[in-house]
């Protein structure tokens, strides 16, 4: 397995597998197939997985450790906080909420829940207006001597609340949505990143499934499903985003690579502290994925795919409005 350093000291497998797709609900009903495809990313040589308190709240935490029992020491896991979860019952209050002492009751509901005694990978969630990111930075910066945490890391944060943060604890990592029908954080973030020395995690690298050339026009997503709630999955602009598609499928045949191969191996040559964060609830997508390892894009074909962000331009918005809110503070 190819690796890749986040920060300065934090290795792990170059793509990382996230459990947010396994289930958000306060229940799992397919719980043993889904640990069995977390064991199974372990066999393929992924070591890097991604949950959060805020699924389920703490069932899809429970999960994660649950797959990971007698394995800790091959595994990488990163979790978050940041929202207003009541750590009695577990309701999500709705909001955000990084003071200080929800941090630290959070951290030790996740460990709980892990069955684990250190996160290796800490991230805010989201950036909290109303709490100075110096504190949010103070705390994991003693939950970091304490023991309990090894790296800090943020998530959809700006250039601003970065630079704040890792002046008082370095950060490893920002995890945010970077993909090629997300370009975004090209123009501040990644300089930013480079300039600093931070890791960066996108997630929803495949646009949320789009980019793997499986989704039409046509496609009808169950009711439950969030993608009806996002702008970019109406009809008229999937029609729309095929373009991209298209442009991925013409590469891939050149390369014998399936459009999310081209996908995944884009976002891999931009920086060699990329490293990409995706979903699957099936083992045979994590083999696909890793296929992008593989996969060696030509000067020319990076060039046409780099265009593509004037050449194709996205049609629809990422979130809801009152999602992109919370975004790029």
């Not at 964060?277 to 000067?299: M, Q």
Request: hydrophobic share 40%.
């Amino acid at each position: 397995m190819q690796k890749r350093k986040l920060g300065q000291n934090l290795e792990v497998s170059a793509l990382s597998l996230g459990a947010m797709g396994y289930g958000k609900s306060r229940d799992i009903p397919d719980r043993a197939e889904m640990i069995a495809v977390l064991r199974g990313a372990v066999d393929c040589g992924i070591d890097f997985f991604d949950t959060a308190e805020v699924y389920g709240p703490w069932t899809n935490e429970e999960m994660v450790g649950e797959a990971f029992a007698g394995i800790r020491d091959k595994v990488i896991i990163a979790t978050k906080f940041g929202w207003d979860i009541d750590q009695k019952t577990g309701v999500h209050r709705g909001g955000v909420n990084s003071k200080p002492d929800q941090i630290r009751q959070s951290i030790e509901g996740s460990l709980r829940h892990l069955g684990t005694d250190y996160i290796d990978l800490y991230y805010q969630h989201r950036v909290d207006p109303d709490v100075p990111m110096e504190d949010v930075a103070g705390v994991v910066k003693e939950l970091i001597h304490e023991g309990k945490v090894r790296f800090f890391g943020l998530s959809e944060a700006g250039a601003g609340s970065i630079r704040r943060a890792h002046a008082v604890q370095p950060v490893a990592a920002l995890q945010s949505e970077f993909s090629l029908w997300t370009r975004e954080p090209e123009v501040e973030v990644i300089p930013t990143l480079e300039e600093l020395g931070i890791g960066f995690v996108p997630f929803s690298p495949l646009g949320k499934g789009f980019l793997t050339g499986k989704i039409t026009p046509d496609t009808a997503f169950s009711n439950l499903d969030f993608r009806n709630q996002i702008p970019r999955f109406a009809p008229e602009a999937r029609a729309a985003n095929q373009r991209l598609v298209d442009l991925l499928h013409r590469i891939g045949e050149l390369h014998g690579a399936t459009p999310a191969q081209v996908a995944l191996a884009w976002l891999l040559a931009q920086k060699p502290w990329i490293v990409p964060l995706f979903g699957t609830r099936k083992l045979d997508r994590v083999d696909e994925n890793l296929g992008a390892l593989s996969v060696r894009l030509s000067a020319a074909d990076l060039r046409e795919l780099n265009a593509s962000r004037e050449t194709i331009p996205v049609e629809g918005a990422r979130y809801p409005e009152d999602q992109m809110r919370r975004v790029g503070l």
